[in-house]
């Protein structure tokens, strides 16, 4: 069966069919309700087949039960064990393409009706047809941004675009303010639980006792939307205290500050209940209206319609295989307890500390923490990528399967070869020294390498070098890393200090 994607009959009309439509986890918000009857469906085995943060399955829960609330009469909801307890072999169900290709094969498999996809910028079609005019060429993110920019005319004047220039990167990446241990923003804006929330916690609490489920990270307040109009109170109170910072510290981070000025809207957007589309052109009036700077919302801009939409186009452009086909760097390594329970006691690295201490308590940690502390670490250390890939699903409330191979596999990992980046996202202490203030607290030292306060960030570069070089030494762009590493003297030492390390 061919699930690549749509084919013209199943995608011939895109309006309701007068069947009840069947609505997935991703799709809970109004952009996927066109009026119709509605079936929901809460199935245990979402949260029985691996562990599971605790703050994910509280959200997914709260979210599919809240939109049942919602939509009333309107919508049959079943709280079931399985999917195939209520969607049987030709039931006469229309559905919007779900978002994972095992999703996918299942409602084809039950010859269920399936309109086109929803809930991102670019249509699968014209993605589609932007690759196939690529020749072959690798599908840069940055084209593909500048691509969409010219289609949909976001942040255009004319055919040029607004302010001049495609890219305020230059203007962003700050370190954080010297001496800061807060950006100083005011607290964002938190959902209220209510008594749906309430049962969501009985709930789990029992089907935890009864070794139904197993639950990873602390049980706190949701701190992530579940409706559609939490999202959308979210969206503007990023908007009134966080987007001006947004772009100038998108990279910084700082120990006292688990949000800085990011949008915390993820996880919103990939339970559906915010339109992208939406929310970007509510931060690009800001800027029209001349309330928010070009720099932030020229990054947000791209986070949204560029790097958003480009891992879920490439999750079906590169197939379902891609997850599990590639290890181009040989890292079969299991993942440590550290990781698999976020146990940050026993961590005395102080940034690797800091971000698993975070996603404990709260089942999400920001972009550069998760690419170049969890990231880097697990790159460092060979971890097997497709562990790595779901342990990302599980533990983030924002996790999903199609939003992880481009960034774990692809960008973080390097597993695939160089298809999605062009060389391993590896760095040192000096990165994150430069970035973030938790170095100052640190037991380690980030100009080290070697002896007791030696970096393991800074360490472990140089040790990831030398266990890769036969893999990489091809790669032009990391030609003047290697030179680096073969100018040391004390290579060595510093291999097999890393080899025996035990204290990290
Ligand atoms: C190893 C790794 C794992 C990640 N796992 C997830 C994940 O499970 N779910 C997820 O949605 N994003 C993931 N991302 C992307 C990004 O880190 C998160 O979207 C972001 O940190 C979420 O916080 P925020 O909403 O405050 O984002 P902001 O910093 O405010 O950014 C705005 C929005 O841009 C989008 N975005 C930005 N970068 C990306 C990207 N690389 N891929 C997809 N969307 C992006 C998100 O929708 C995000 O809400 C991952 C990135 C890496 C490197
Ligand atoms: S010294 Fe190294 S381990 Fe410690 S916080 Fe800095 S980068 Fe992380």
């Avoid at 004047?157 to 001049?164: F, I, L, S, Y």
């Avoid at 990054?299 to 590639?326: A, C, K, N």
């Amino acid at each position: 069966m061919d699930t690549t994607g749509p084919s013209a009959a199943e995608h011939d009309d895109e309006a309701t069919t007068g069947r009840r439509r069947w609505i997935l986890t991703g799709q809970l918000g109004p952009a996927f309700d066109d009026g119709g009857p509605i079936l929901l469906i809460e199935s245990k085995s979402t949260f029985t087949k691996r562990p599971m943060h605790r703050a994910k399955a509280h959200l997914f829960l709260s979210a599919i039960r809240h939109r049942a609330a919602e939509l009333g009469d309107r919508a049959e909801f079943h709280q079931v064990d399985r999917y195939e307890e209520v969607v049987e072999v030709g039931a006469d169900l229309e559905v919007i393409d779900p978002p994972s290709w095992t999703a996918r094969r299942f409602v084809r498999e039950r010859g269920l009706r399936v309109l086109p996809s929803r809930g991102f910028v670019t249509s699968e079609p014209d993605f589609a047809a932007w690759a196939s005019t690529r020749d072959g060429k690798r599908l840069l993110l940055e084209d593909f941004y500048r691509t969409v920019r010219e289609r949909t005319g976001i942040l255009m004047r004319g055919d040029q675009p607004e302010g001049g220039r495609w890219n305020y990167d230059h203007d962003n990446r700050n370190p954080p303010p010297k001496g800061a241990a807060r950006l100083g923003l005011p607290e964002p804006l938190w959902p209220e639980e209510d008594d749906i929330d309430a049962e969501v916690r009985e709930d789990l609490d029992r089907w935890q006792r009864d070794g139904l489920v197993q639950l990873v990270g602390d049980d706190g307040p949701r701190r992530f939307a579940a409706t559609a109009a939490e999202a959308e109170a979210a969206l503007a109170d990023f908007i009134e205290t966080r987007l001006g910072d947004f772009g100038p510290f998108e990279d910084a981070m700082l120990g006292g500050d688990w949000t800085m000025a990011h949008s915390l809207l993820s996880a919103p957007l990939n339970l559906g209940l915010l339109d992208p589309r939406d929310a970007v052109e509510t931060v690009v009036a800001e800027y029209h209206a001349g309330r928010a700077p070009l720099s932030s919302v020229e990054g947000f801009t791209r986070q949204i319609i560029g790097w958003r939409d480009y891992v879920w186009h490439l999750y079906w452009h590169l197939g379902e295989p891609y997850r599990t086909s590639h290890n181009a760097l040989g890292a079969h390594e299991p993942l440590p307890r550290q990781f698999r329970e976020l146990d940050a006691a026993a961590i005395q690295s102080n940034c690797l500390r800091e971000t698993i201490d975070g996603m404990r308590r709260h089942g999400w940690a920001h972009h550069i923490q998760r690419l170049m502390v969890l990231g880097n670490w697990a790159l460092q250390h060979g971890y097997d990528p497709v562990a790595l890939n779901d342990w990302f699903i599980d533990m983030f409330v924002d996790g999903t399967p199609w939003v992880m191979p481009a960034n774990v596999i692809g960008m973080s990992q390097h597993a695939d070869g160089g298809i999605v980046a062009t060389k391993p996202y590896a760095s040192g202490g000096a990165y994150i020294d430069k970035m973030s203030d938790y170095c100052g607290g640190c037991a380690f030292n980030p100009k080290v390498r070697l002896g007791e306060d030696a970096c393991p960030f800074t360490a472990g570069y140089w040790a990831f070098l030398d266990r890769v070089e036969p893999r990489i030494r091809h790669n032009t762009r990391m030609a003047q890393p290697l030179a680096g590493m073969r100018r040391l003297s004390d290579l060595r030492a510093v291999v097999d200090q890393e080899h025996t390390r035990e204290q990290w």
